[in-house]
């Protein structure tokens, strides 16, 4: 059933733009979320704005911190994302999803919100790099190159309220240019300019996962793992399973080493042996 929003009028349409920050590229392989905004909007309007640090649960990367300068000591009592993932959900509630490059964003906050035990939001996506792709000539379809071209200039470049302001004002220029040039009207118009609906990330099918896996998972248990690393050095190790993920056609388990105290990412395919620790 298509969704209502799809046939609004653009200036019916509440928009809500994010943006995430992250301490790497791939969710599947342990990177999370370090700060998340949400820019509410409808007809030119700002109607509300959402910014928040969180704590990843791992360190930020050297290459992280080149972009968003966002250290640990920056992060130092930011909540992690399951204590903000309600507030996260009711900024986009009824509203368009926008971002740029939206399926990275998505990907982030899917997997954020499958290990805080969330729902995951099914709303139209609306994604500004797609529509700068398959609407213009931009030399580059960065954000900040886009964004440059329009004149608009970030108030923080790769800051996540920074960059979801940018975002909605070059959105804003999109939806007032293809009005008047190819007479688009609804979101279903300026959705199909894009190339067509862009899904939400899906998760890991739990009929896949052995069934401890997902006992773990559902009821947060720790497991035993029997685990044989890439060079070939067999350990055991008691985790925390946080969520599962897949990278270039493997799964990963992404897990908090109860004995270190630190996050990792193990290879489905190199567990040799899990089993449910219960606590004596």
Known sequence: MADPLLSLPLYQVTFAVLDVETTGLYPALGDAICEVAVLRGCDGRVLSQYQQLVDPGRPISPEAY????????????????????????????????????????????????????????????????????????????????VAGRLGIVPSRRHRALGDARATWRVLEFFIQDLQSRWGISTLGELIRAQGGPIPWPRSVPREILPQVLTEALER???????????????????VEPLRVGTYQGAVYLVARCLSRGEQRTFRLDRILEMRLHEWV
């Open 220 to 238: 947060k248990k720790p497991l035993l793992l029997r685990y044989c690393s890439s060079e070939g050095q067999v350990t055991e190790r008691t």
């Open 66 to 145: 080149a972009v968003n300068r966002i250290s640990s000591d920056l992060l130092r009592g930011a909540p992690p994302f399951g204590r903000i993932a309600d507030q996260v959900l009711a900024c986009l509630e009824g509203a368009a999803v926008v971002a740029h490059n939206a399926p990275f964003d998505l990907s982030f906050l899917v997997a954020a919100l499958e290990e805080a035990g969330r729902p995951i939001p099914n709303n139209p996506v609306v994604d500004t790099l797609a529509l700068a792709r398959n609407c213009y000539g931009f030399p580059s379809n960065s954000l900040q190159a």
